[in-house]
Structures are given as structure tokens and as C-alpha cells.
């Protein structure tokens, strides 16, 4: 008999593991759907780390070895960014048309790095997602986990500010 696929606890009340549920939930729990689910936590969060590497494979049934196997084997996968903080710009349309372009030029001209890079005191790193099921708040970004809603440039120089270690 085959067992109904019984859904995993999100890790947290983050909107984005909907994203990850639902595609989850598309194919069924199957294992064959690894790649697909992977690349909807990276959409979504921009990278993949331990904790939602752990969630994928507990909710497809899968060795978590052979989770960790597929993202560090494919390069379009990335492993959580180096920096210490990590702030996640959404880049989805919905964000995109709200300005997410000059949230971008914000952070490289306060940190002088672009998605996908960390400063080179290890300090931030930036990472740009595709919609992270926040659109109503658009533009989104997330700070360390944290989602901010209606993000300006002023949030973002605060944040930067404050996470390398200059007073606000
Ligand atoms: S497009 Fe940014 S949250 Fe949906």
C-alpha cells in the first residue's frame, strides 16, 4: 500500500516555504522532484542552507546525503552565502516594478557588492531571489530572515550600517 504523503512542519512561519510546499505538493512528495523543489528554496531564498536542505529531504523522503549531493554537484545551486548578515532582494515583477532595481543600487553603492557577492570583510553578503510570496509588500527584501516590507533605500543604508558596525 502506498503511504499518503503526509506534510513536513514548515521551519518557520516564512511566507516562502509555501513556495517550497506547494511545489512539493505539485509533484506529489516524490523524490524525482529534488531538482525542481531546490531550485524553488533558491528562487525563493536565494540560496539553500542546512535547514531547508533538512526540510527537502525530510518532505520528499529523501537521505539527506543525496540532498546535500545534488546542490553541491549542480553549480546553479548555491550554498548559503559566507557573509555574516545576508540581506535577500526579491527581484520577482511584483518587486521589480516597485523599484527592487534602485534597492539594488542602494546596496552596491552603501556595500559595494552586487547579488551573489559578500564583502570582502565577510560582513554581508546579497542575494536576489525571484518572487518570495510577499508581492503585496512589495518592494520585499530580507533581512537575516527577517521580511521588510515597502523596503526603501533608507531601511536598506540603516541595516548596512548597523551590520558593519557604524553607528545609523
Ligand atoms: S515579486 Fe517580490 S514578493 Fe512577489
Do not use: N
Not at 543600487?105 to 531571489?129: M, N
Amino acid at each position: 500500500m502506498l503511504a499518503y504523503p503526509v506534510s513536513v512542519p514548515l521551519p518557520s512561519a516564512d511566507k516562502r516555504w509555501k513556495l517550497v510546499e506547494a511545489t512539493i505538493r505539485r509533484h506529489g512528495h516524490k523524490g524525482t522532484a529534488l531538482i525542481e523543489v531546490l531550485h524553488t528554496v533558491q528562487e525563493s531564498f536565494g540560496f539553500l542552507d542546512e535547514v531547508s536542505l533538512r526540510f527537502v529531504a525530510t518532505s520528499l523522503r529523501l537521505p539527506l546525503s543525496k540532498v546535500y549531493g545534488v546542490a553541491t554537484f549542480y553549480h546553479y545551486f548555491t550554498l548559503k552565502p559566507p557573509g555574516e548578515h545576508t540581506c535577500v532582494v526579491c527581484m520577482g515583477t511584483g518587486c521589480y516594478v516597485k523599484g527592487a532595481g534602485d534597492l539594488l543600487r542602494t546596496i552596491e553603492e552603501t556595500a559595494h557588492i552586487k547579488p551573489g557577492e559578500t564583502t570582502p570583510d565577510g560582513k554581508i553578503s546579497v542575494v536576489a531571489a525571484r518572487c518570495i510570496g510577499a508581492c503585496s509588500l512589495a518592494p520585499a527584501l530580507v533581512f537575516d530572515g527577517e521580511v521588510q516590507s515597502k523596503a526603501d533605500s533608507d531601511a536598506i543604508r540603516r541595516e548596512f550600517r548597523r551590520w558593519m558596525g557604524h553607528a545609523a
